[in-house]
């Protein structure tokens, strides 16, 4: 049950456009991220680079947390918000194992991240928004990596550990709690902590 794997289209081809190998976010962002990389280096020095890339990343984490929290479980209950909903989130807590439901379809991850590049692009201009954007794609291929990971491997590290427990009980305990995959700190800055008490 946890690992299978239904359709989510009566459609052969849309059905298949919704499995990703796990590889997939990575033969694509890889190279984005080095073209990000690259063009900022253009644009500014070495060490300003790799602080916009920082804070590239503090923005992905602040935007996953905040992404899983509201959008992702925002579950209406009946109609075509239930449906989305589904389709979104809702079918990974049904079938949490699926291997090819595990990371985000370039058909969702292309298009959200050029509208994020646009967002920066407008705020920050061109010499700003290439290396936050690189920080930003980084931060989105470890958290789609390690959440394929947290799902089929049983880590061995501390930190490992920590993140799949964590994980672990927001699917099969809480789902209110744990939005936070790659970056948990942010569950207790918010106060939604998988160990912590309810909410105040």
Known sequence: MLRASPAMFESRLLDF?????????????VPVIAVMAAWSLQETALP?????????????TLFEYWLHRIVFHFEPERGVGARLHWMIHGIHHEHPNDPLRLVM????????????FGVLYLVFGERYAPGLAAGFFAG????DMLHYYLHHFVPHGRLGRMLRERHMRHHFQDDTRGFGISAPYWDEVFRTSPRGGAED
Not at 17 to 29: E, K, M, W
Not at 105 to 116: F, I, K, R
Not at 140 to 143: A, T
């Open 105 to 116: 379809p370039p058909a969702v991850s292309v298009p959200l991240a050029a509208l994020v």
């Open 17 to 29: 456009f919704s499995r990703v190998h796990p590889a997939v976010p990575g033969l694509i962002f």
């Open 48 to 60: 300003a680079t790799i602080g916009l890339a920082v804070g590239g990343y503090a923005l992905w």
């Open 140 to 143: 989105y291929l470890v958290y």
